[in-house]
Nanobody, 122 residues
Framework: QVQLVQSGGGSVQAGGSLRLSCVAS????????MGWFRQAPGKEREFVAS????????NYADSVQGRFTVSRDNAKNTVYLQMNSPKSEDTAVYYC???????????????WGQGTQVTVSS
């Protein structure tokens, strides 16, 4: 199994920037495709971004395309989500997840981080 520990959440002003991190332990991060999801109060969990095992393929939700960037450093067993120009509607609990593909559905991911709150104020 792999354990995922997240950090980097918090409060940010609209138009600012914030970076989330997700560190894996137990198994090499390079074994997994990684995804980021988020869940706002009263809403279902939704796909944000994903990245392939070697980092060459990325996918983004339309709502964050061009503002958020997913990356990974397999040597550090860490995946990142760089959030630039966040908007108030990006406020949610963000989760990293490890799985076998860069799919957009949460069911494709087997391991999940603990979640971290991101609050964007306007």
């Amino acid at each position: 199994q792999v354990q995922l520990v997240q950090s980097g959440g918090g409060s940010v002003q609209a138009g600012g920037s914030l970076r989330l991190s997700c560190v894996a332990s137990g198994r090499p991060l390079s074994n997994y495709a990684m995804g980021w999801f988020r869940q706002a109060p009263g809403k279902e969990r939704e796909f944000v971004a994903s990245i392939s095992r070697n980092g060459l393929t990325t996918n983004y939700a339309d709502s964050v395309q061009g503002r958020f960037t997913v990356s990974r450093d397999n040597a550090k067993n860490t995946v990142y989500l760089q959030m630039n120009s966040p908007k108030s509607e990006d406020t949610a609990v963000y989760y990293c997840a490890a799985g076998g593909s860069t799919a957009r559905n949460s069911g494709s991911y087997s391991y999940w981080g603990q979640g971290t709150q991101v609050t964007v104020s306007s």
